[in-house]
């Protein structure tokens, strides 16, 4: 399995982007997926996960609203539509896969077996 990360960039306070994350190697459908995020200096974190099936969503936190997760199983595509940024969602952002696992466990660092390469994401104040 790969993932591969991209659409990261510099936005200003208040505004949005949207991260994508190609996936490869195996049937998609069958991983749970997830969002995490690393700022300087701090521990990796979970954002939000996507049960395989798509029907259930699990958010942090820090989300709030903000935050949608999404993918196109088509396309083998995971996305994180994220509005409303502020700089303490700087960070890079890792998209990550790992085979089905129970709810509460999505969120958690150590349930996820494959990693994307991680996109830069900063927001200026």
């Known amino acids: 399995v790969q993932l591969q990360a991209s659409a990261g960039g510099l936005v200003q306070a208040g505004g949005s982007l949207k991260l994508s994350c190609a996936y490869s190697?195996?049937?998609?459908?069958?991983?749970?997926m997830g969002w995490f995020r690393q700022a300087p200096g701090k521990e990796r974190e979970f954002a939000a996960a996507m049960r395989w099936s798509g029907g259930t969503t699990k958010y942090a936190e820090f989300v709030k609203g903000r935050f949608t997760i999404s993918r196109d199983k088509a396309k083998s595509m995971l996305y994180l539509q994220m509005n409303n940024l502020n700089p303490d969602d700087t960070a890079v952002y890792y998209c990550a896969a790992t085979s089905r696992v129970a709810l509460s466990a999505l969120s958690e660092l150590s349930s996820y077996d494959y990693w994307g390469q991680g996109t830069q994401v900063t927001v200026s104040s």
């Open positions: 190697g195996s049937t998609f459908r069958d991983y749970d």
